[in-house]
């Protein structure tokens, strides 16, 4: 095809090299770089049975790209996976694309994000513009650490009267989301005065 350039993945581990060909209109990008490295470990996994994070720890096992000038012949060219990048998790980069089982509670999202090389070096920054996925819109809980549900998060707007004078947008011990469990028993009072009040 013209204008199609040919890549080769180089995907090393411990045991040697294995080799996939691409052909890519333009560089390969950090989207789809790390979404092979994760194809990468995971073959791995399987080959091996090794934990997951042993592997993604292991700097021996990493994924790294050259550009060929010209296509070789000898190898059969593949062809990127069906996949779109506008599909990944702007965050995490996994594939919420409809079937991916992350689609449904996606989120349009869009941000800036470092990028690493593999020594985990920052070498710049990234805008995405697509879609969070249900775990990455998850917010921790300012009180016990855990991750609060989408749309579960409780602030002092929910709990205190914004037209007080005394009122803050966070919490007197500093904390900002919380569960509604996390509330202690006098902000739950609260909470059930001010929205037995909206009713
Ligand atoms: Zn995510
Ligand atoms: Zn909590």
């Given at each position: 095809m013209q204008g199609m350039k040919i890549y080769l993945l180089e995907k090393h581990s411990r045991h040697g090299v294995d080799y996939q060909?691409?052909?890519l209109k333009s560089a390969p990008t950090q989207g789809l770089?790390?979404?092979l490295e994760l194809?990468?470990?995971?073959?791995?996994?399987?080959?091996?049975g090794d934990e997951l994070k042993d592997i993604i720890l292991d700097e021996g096992i990493y994924v790294s790209w050259y550009?060929?000038?010209?296509?070789?012949?000898m190898y059969p060219k593949l062809l990127p996976p069906s996949w779109n990048e506008q599909d990944l998790c702007i965050e995490c980069r996994r594939d919420t694309s409809f079937g991916s089982g992350l689609f449904v509670n996606r989120l349009p999202a869009d941000g800036d994000f470092e990028i690493y090389n593999k020594d985990g070096e920052v070498i710049g920054t990234e805008y995405r513009d697509g879609y969070k996925c249900a775990e990455c819109c998850a917010i921790p809980c300012d009180r016990c650490d855990d991750l609060i549900p989408l749309d579960e998060d409780i602030t002092t707007m929910q709990v205190y009267d914004e037209n007080d004078p005394e009122y803050s947008d966070d919490f007197s011990d500093g904390a900002h989301f919380v569960h509604l469990e996390c509330l202690t028993a006098e902000e739950m009072d609260c909470f059930n005065k001010l929205?037995?009040?909206d009713k």
């Open positions: 060909l691409f052909e770089t790390t979404r194809e990468w470990y995971r073959e791995y996994q399987a080959m091996t550009g060929v000038q010209e296509p070789i012949e929205n037995e009040e």
